[in-house]
Structures are given as C-alpha cells and as structure tokens.
C-alpha cells in the first residue's frame, strides 16, 4: 500500500513557505500503514499538474494533492482535473448553501469567485471541506484514487481527519502499524550502531529500525507491521527491549520526548529544582527547559555571565581563577556551579563557558572548547568538550551535552533513591 | 535555467523530519536566478535513488541531492551513484586526512565505519565538507549537473554557501540578479501593504517585490534581473529607496540582517551596554543577543527570574509588588527593569514578564499577555501585548517585540545624539 503527495504552489519552490503539509500527511499516513512512496512539490500550472498525474496515476494506490484550489486565477488545479479526468464543472448546491452559510454568518458579502467554489468536476466525489470554501475532491481511476486538498493547513489537516482517515481504512485493506522510540544522548550514531550491529542485522522483515541523529541525541525508532494490534506491538517491543538493554544508561526515554523532557520529568521524580550559570551558550539552555510546560515547577531561573564581571559580583568567581585560569577552565565552571547553586539556592545546576567562535580561541582552547559542569546533592563533575564546530553549532552541541550530564546525574540520584525507597 | 532537488530519507517521507534542506535550496537558488521546478523526496533505496535520477538526468540543468550519505548501513546514496555513473569507490587521501584530524582534536577514535567516508566515487569532483565527515560529490553527464550533498542541515548549508554558489556562477551563465533588503519590526503586513501600494502597483517588470513575514518582523525583497551588474544594482535602489522613504522609522536595516543584529549595531554605535531580566522567555532573548559574534562587546549578562524568588531576591523586586500586581503586570517590569539595570550596570536593559501558556491564563491575564519593557539613559517603556498563540509562538513574538522596541528607543538616542554632534 503506497501513496505520493503531491504539493502545489510556487512559494513552496521559492521557499517562501515551508512545506508543513507534506510532513503531517507523512505522518499521519504511516500511522495508517500506508507507506510514503514519493512526495513532491510542483508549480502551480496545467502543464505541471499534468505531467505529475500522467507520472503516478496507475503507478500507485494513492495520491493526495493539496494546493491550487482557492478562488483566485493563479489556481488551477480544478480545471485541470477536470480536463485530465475528461469531465466538466457542475453546480453544486450543497456546496453553494454551506458557503453562503458561511458568508451570510460572518456578515460578508458572496462575491462571484466564491461562487465559483461550488462548481465541481461531475465525476469525482466531494469531500466536504467545514473549514473553507474549497471542498476536497476524490477521483478514481487505474486502480489509484487521487484526492485533492485546499493547500491551507489547518483546512487540510481538518478534512484529512474528519473526512479522509475514516475513508482510507474503508477502501484500502490497511495493516495495523506500531512504533517504538529509544532515545539516546550523549553517544555517536556510528558508536551507536556499533553497539547494535548484530541485533540490527537479526531483524526480521516485518520490524524496521531507524536512525534519526540530532546535535547530542540519537533518535532510534523501530516500526512494527502486521494484521493484529497486539501481535505486532509485543513483536516490536522484544525487539526494542533487547536493543535497550544493548544500550543501557545511554537510553534515556522509550517515547518520542526531547531531552529538556526527560531531565524535567527527572526533576520532578526527584523533587528537585533546578537553576543554570550560562556564558557561552547566552541562554539557550534556559531557553530550552521553559520550552516544556510546567517547567516552572523544578526550574527557579538562572544567570547568564556573559561577562566576566558578572562572573565575579552576580556568581562570586574569584577574579584570581579568572586570571590564573581564564573564563573557559575548569575552575571557573566549578566556581560558577557553587555560585549560582548558593545564589538561587537550587538543588541542581548546570554550568557552561566556552569558546562559541568564530573568534576568541587560541591555540590551548581553540574555538568549540567547552567545559560543562553540573552538581546537586553532593557531587559535581565538569568535562571538558571540543565541538570545533561553527558558533550557532557549538552552542547546540554545548546545550545537548549538558542536558545530557544532567540527565546522567539524576539518572543516578533516582535509582540511588530507589535503592534506599 | 532550471534545476530539481532530491531530499533522501524515510525520515522526510513519514514526517519525523520537516524538510527544511529543499526550502533553503529553493530560496538560495532563487537569489542565484536559477528556478527550482520540482522538489521530490524519495526514500533511502536503491531503487528510489536510481528511479529519480532515470526521471531527472538529462531532463534539467541541476539536481541537487541530499541526504543518504551517513556511515550507517541504511545509507546507500553513495553504493547507488557509484553505480548509476558506472564507477567506484576510490581511497581519498585528503578527506581521510581531514576525518582523522578531526577525530584527533575532538580525543575521539575513528572507527572503521567513519574510514569508510573516505572512500569517494573516482569519476565525481569532491566538494569538500569541513563541518563533517560525509563529503559533497559532483557528477556531470548528459548535460546535468547532479551534486549530492549530506543531509545534515548545516553540513549541507555550509558546503552550498562556501562551495556550490561559485561553482554555479562559473558553470552556468547565470544572469545578473540584485536582491535589496528593507527590513522592518513591530508593524503587521497588510499595513505594510497598504503604505506602498502605489509604489508596489508601478514596479517595472525587471524588479520584483517579496514580503517574507516573520513573526515580529516583515522582510520586503526586491530582486532585479538584468545583465550588467551595476545598472541593475542601479535600478533596484532606486526602487527600495522610494519604499524606505514611505515607510520611514519603521525601516531597521536595509540588507538582510536580524534584529538582534540591528540592535547590536546600535549599542556599539552608543558605546552602550545592555543587559536582560527574563521571565516567560526563559532565556531566548539572550540566545538571540549572542546569536551575534562579538555581541560581548555589548551584551553583559541577564538574569532569569523564572521563579519569583529570583524577581525578588536577585532583581529586588517588592513581595508587596508582586502580592498586589502579580508577576505579569507593569509593575512588576518596571521593578525588573530597574532591578537588572542596577545589579549588572549597564547603560539598557530590557524586561519581560508573561503567560506563555498552555496553563496559567486569567480572566484579566489571558494565555498570550506579556508586559514588555525597555529602559536606559533616562527613558523608560512599558507596553502589554496579547499574542494569543501558543507556547513556542507566544515566547517568539515576546522576544522579538523586546528587541523591537529596544531597536527603536535606541534609534531615537542615537538620533539625539547626531543632532548634538
């Protein structure tokens, strides 16, 4: 069972706009078990439009289009369907009544181009659109059905959900389709699939396994295929549970959550809180933990010593360290985490100075050199990086890893709170 | 002059990953002149690699490919190409050269899997990757130029910007093309649309006019096309000056610069210091600041005041203030402001408090409404918004009108200050 999407409009090409609406039907579509052969983005003309139906109609299950249906004369995909599927534009008045409906509702006037939207190919079925103008059309032919879209988002989004999930089960005979996510941090993804190698290779055909690296974060998901919902979830999770215990204390989730995440839900097991001491990374890290909502409740706030100054009268780095040892050493990211754990009066912290770039490194400390420190309930470490990666770069890298240090000391802290509970 | 970019990778087709590489291609290789006519994604087979290239070569002048080219077994772009182009894999001295330095400095070992990356197509030019180990490759046959790229966002984005843009200029006869930037904040598009309707309404054919909104912010782009580069650069400024006049002190910049970098400009041009009191933003607008290379010159520090205590411990803020007014009020703020300028001493600062949702909402204090304030050499601001959007969206906007109004305050004392000059 396969299907392409076919996405229209210029600004998609230009990339004016990103295109959103391939990436949801991509997802949507997998949960169903329909596979994503292709998708495309094509301009908005009858010549374009032709040569991507002549291209997957007959060639595949499914195709949905999305785009080039609004009131305006740049739209053309209606006229070309309907001259692809050699038919013609009829008055529809179901359609007709709910757009004036909508019009009269809203208290505005139904121009002649609104009108318009209410005449549709006689041969397709219309797929009613509650969100707009522009109802959704299903054709048949050569064994694929083609579905047109409004290209709107949230428009499409609502008749794929409303209209279009229900209809797909019904017509195609759908397999059940599960997914399961191991999150990892801290470890490459050629380490990674060292690590695992001879598991990955024992897969069955029914279980696929996949790498999706971030800065910091290896993403592992194994998708699961079959006719029975509970079948083929145990299937998928044996084969998870041995790829988990291969990874041991670098799995940090077994759900598709970011690393900010897995630290909060951490935080709150532990009923600790939390407060940062940031140089180069100038925020980031703060701003990814208030990403989370609800982070109010473990994380107090934070201060970020872009200066050295700051360093000393906010955080209290003896101006000594700072000149014995520099602003990205060892001792001043210790001296950092005792400050801003005393001055917030937090649990945990997390302590970060490096060198950013693209200027400011010398031949000791090049630029990407980062220590990362945290400390809580009686420990502390620091580790010394080198990202040698471009600024925008290295503060992402700097953030992951000391999220992922955090995680790891909690990590330990919980399952020493185990031991004793 | 048409091309068609290929993205590899199920990652893109189920949805897990939005395909940003295809758009900044698409938009890059606008600015060069050469239109992208398709963009495909395909998944990471043999079959779909080698269907798409039966599709493209020889039917346009580009393909531009990425992704498939990690050290992983699921990567097999570089096996088809090798095959596609009847060649194969050859040792290469320098990029092994490079991989192994690079590991060297980071103190990692390489692994088998990462020699691997050293091996390249004998027949393909090498275009070089200094930002990670999977190397961009060139082909040429039947009159298109095919060049795979990993898929990696900035790898991919490096390689183009420091390699690609020349090598097109050369390869193809490109037309002339000027882009002008105006760059505006704090104003909404169609207001903007209807200041320079008229001008808009008389543009020549040869100049065009984008508006690429952001939120908080309004690009308008004029491109002009030609053949003799400084009569067309000629051209175009004579257009975007006649648009800059209209829309006067809501103009921050006329090339493609952020606001944090306008700001920072300005606080150089000062001689002035800046520093943050954070609250709903968590830490972003310290990200955005430092974005900037060189922003130390300006930026000090801030603090996160997520936690009321921090308001009142580290910003001084009355407990009597906050009882009465809350956190999210004017009140508030302005305690902030004056709580940050004088912990830190710096010339500015600037403060945000709000609910950035998804809880926390009140009848008078709905999800969305954030009091922001700037303040410095004797002027202060406060201003209460409601953006009413979600979360992620609420925190963007709150910082981006932060440093809209810090940008203008600034414009004014710098105005000032060339009237007394």
Same mark, same amino acid.
């Given at each position: 069972m396969q299907a392409v999407v076919i996405t229209i409009g210029d600004e998609i090409l230009n990339g004016t706009t990103v295109d959103t609406n391939s990436a949801f039907l991509g997802k949507e579509l997998a949960l169903l078990g329909i596979q994503l052969r292709e998708k495309v983005s094509i301009s908005d003309t009858d010549h374009h439009i032709r040569g991507s139906l002549h291209r997957y109609m007959g060639h595949t299950d499914l195709i949905i289009m999305t785009g080039g249906l609004g009131p305006t004369l740049d739209d053309k995909t209606k006229q070309t369907l309907c001259s692809y599927f050699n038919t013609e534009l009829v008055f529809n008045a179901t359609v007709f009544k709910f757009i004036e409906n909508r019009f009269a509702q809203r208290g505005l006037k139904m121009t002649e181009r609104n009108r318009q939207q209410a005449f549709l190919p006689a041969t397709c079925t219309v797929v009613p659109n509650t969100m707009g103008t522009a109802s959704g059309m299903w054709f048949e032919r050569d064994g694929t059905v083609l579905v047109s879209l409004p290209g709107v988002p949230y428009e499409m989004?609502?008749?794929?959900?409303? +209209?279009?999930? +229900?209809?797909?089960?019904?017509?195609f005979a759908l397999p059940v389709i599960?997914? #399961? #996510?191991?999150?990892?941090? $801290?470890i490459g993804e050629s380490w990674l699939a060292d690590q695992i190698e001879e598991i990955e290779t024992s897969l069955p055909l029914d279980v696929r396994l996949a790498y999706l690296p971030s800065p910091g974060i290896v993403k592992l998901r194994l998708t699961?295929?079959?006719?029975?919902?509970?079948k083929v979830a145990m299937r998928v999770s044996v084969w998870a549970q041995q790829i988990e215990l291969r990874l041991g204390s670098h799995v940090f989730a077994n759900e598709n959550i970011s690393l900010q995440e897995a630290v909060g839900r951490r935080l709150l097991a &532990?009923?600790? *809180?939390?407060?940062?001491? +940031? !140089?180069?990374?100038? @925020?980031?890290? $703060?701003? &990814?933990? *208030?990403?989370?909502? $609800? !982070?109010?409740a473990y994380f107090l706030g934070s201060v970020i010593s872009y200066d050295n100054s700051v360093k000393e009268r906010l955080l209290g780095v003896d101006p000594d360290?700072?000149? *014995?040892?520099g602003a990205v050493s060892e001792e001043t990211?210790?001296?950092?985490?005792? @400050?801003v754990l005393d001055l917030i009066g937090t649990d945990y912290a997390i302590a970060v100075s490096g060198v950013a770039g693209p200027g400011g490194g010398t031949e000791d400390k090049p630029v990407g050199t980062? #220590?990362? @420190?945290? !400390? @809580?309930? $009686? *420990?502390?470490?620091i580790q010394r990086y080198n990202f040698a990666q471009d600024r925008a770069v290295n503060i992402e890298y700097s953030s992951m890893y000391a999220l992922h240090m955090l995680r790891v000391l909690l990590d330990e802290h919980l399952e020493k709170q185990e031991l004793k509970g």
């Open positions: 989004k609502h008749i794929y959900r409303s +209209e279009l999930v +229900e209809r797909f089960r019904k017509h599960e997914n #399961y #996510y191991i999150m990892t941090s $801290g699961g295929r079959g006719n029975e919902q509970k &532990l009923q600790a *809180t939390l407060s940062l001491a +940031e !140089s180069c990374t100038g @925020g980031n890290i $703060g701003r &990814l933990i *208030t990403q989370i909502p $609800g !982070s109010s360290i700072l000149s *014995t040892h990211v210790a001296a950092m985490l005792d @400050g980062v #220590y990362i @420190g945290v !400390s @809580g309930r $009686g *420990t502390r470490r």
